[in-house]
Every structure is written in C-alpha cells, then in structure tokens.
C-alpha cells in the first residue's frame, strides 16, 4: 500500500513548509495529508496549484475530516511546539478531531482557555515520551461552526486512545467539551520537514532554510486513493 503512495511524495517534498502525509486506519485505501503555513494565502495558492495537479485531482476530498485552525500562543512554552510533535520519528501514530466548547469555555478570554487544555493533557497520563498534543483555535474557519482541533501524535495507537479516554473522563472536559469528532486515525508515511528553498545563483551556495517560526495555521484532509496510478505532474516551483 505504501509503494501506491511513492507518487505523491516527491511533489509534497518540493513545498518549503511542513506537509505530513499518512495513510488512514478507518478508510482502508484512504490518506491523509497535514500542512503548516505562515500565511494563510499559501493555503490557497501553491497548496491549491499541487491538489489541483493531475497527481491529486483524481482523489476525493472528505470534507467531514477536512480540519483548519491557529496554533495557541503559549508565551510560558506550556504546550508542545508542533513542529517538534510532528517531527518526532518516534509517534508515528497520530488521531485528529474537531471539537465544540460549551459556553462557559467560550467565555473564558485566550489565557484561560489555555488552562483548560493544559489541565486536560496532565489528566491523560502518558508518558510525555509517548503521546504528543496539538491544540488549534477554529473559529470562524470550520465549515460546521466547530471552535477547536485537537491533534494526538504518539508512539502507540493503544497509547494515543488511552490518552483520549482519560481525558474524557475529566471533569474539565465534561465542563468544557460540548462535542468532539469525528476522527481521522493515521500512521505517518512522510514527516514534515520542509526542504531548503535553493539559491537562484549558480555561483554561489544554497541559501540555508529560513529561521523557523511558529506556524498560524494548520489544514488536514483525508483522501482516498485513485483507483489507478496517475502519470506523473509536474509541480510548480
């Protein structure tokens, strides 16, 4: 099934941001692609050109696991850096899901919202070794009103789900938590890290990457895969 995937992974590669490609558990021939970008314009210039490509058009969106949001500000370094999440070689297992806060989380300013989660990631009880958390902020940008995304990636899917149960079963989450799902489940094919952008002077040395900065907005499909292996596309550079 992995050798099915090889075509799509030279054009994800040639992005200079991160893209995370996965292959889904529920959907048996089904991916899943994640990508982080600085400004949102990206999302619907390049990122659009490369899935408007021969390579990717063939393939079926799912839009009830197509996920957008902000990363949380978190000045005190309290939650995970995502880049550092995604990167680990070491969770290859990842669940997505969106999320609707009651009332009395939408009352609460940024600052305190941020509490909330943190106080629902000590009650997992895994391993900081094991399981990794990412929160988004999704208001305004999800087709059904949903205000959150919460990503798990992790060494074991057993772990990843134990972490979600626990969670649930606090009284932060019942307080908070109006309604969550549906998930997407996948197993990493490719990690994220983006490519060096090249020098355009032949004389002289590629550039090095640019000094990383916290990403502002995240997007997540799952697709299933054409029933037949597309010629290859060209990309955009």
């Not at 075509?7 to 990508?35: A, D, M």
């Not at 916290?214 to 550079?237: C, E, F, I, K, M």
Request: charged share 20%.
């Amino acid at each position: 099934h992995r050798a099915a995937l090889a075509p799509l992974v030279p054009p994800l590669e040639h992005l200079t941001r991160h893209c995370v490609l996965y292959t889904s558990l529920n959907h048996p021939q089904g991916i899943g692609l994640l990508t982080l970008a600085d400004n949102p314009a990206d999302l619907v210039n390049d990122l659009r050109d490369l899935l408007s490509s021969r390579l990717f058009r063939v393939l079926m969106q799912r839009h009830e696991l197509t996920m957008i949001g902000r990363i949380f500000s978190s000045p005190n370094g309290s939650l995970e850096d995502p880049s550092a999440v995604l990167d680990n070689g070491d969770w290859p297992w990842a669940v997505w899901h969106p999320m609707r806060g009651t009332a009395e989380l939408s009352a609460l300013d940024d600052s305190e919202q941020l509490q909330v989660f943190e106080t629902l990631i000590e009650t997992a009880e895994a391993s900081p070794d094991n399981v990794g958390h990412i929160y988004l902020k999704s208001h305004g940008l999800d087709r059904i009103g949903n205000e959150f995304v919460h990503g798990l990636h992790g060494r074991d899917l057993g772990e990843v789900s134990a972490s979600i149960q626990a969670m649930k079963r606090a009284a932060q989450h019942t307080a908070n938590i109006a309604s969550s799902g549906p998930s997407f489940v996948g197993h990493t094919v490719r990690p994220g890290r983006p490519k060096a952008r090249r020098s355009t002077n032949r004389h002289g040395p590629a550039h090095p990457p640019p000094s990383p900065s916290p990403p502002r907005l995240r997007a997540g499909t799952t697709l299933p895969p054409p029933p037949s292996a597309p010629p290859p596309v060209r990309t955009r550079r």
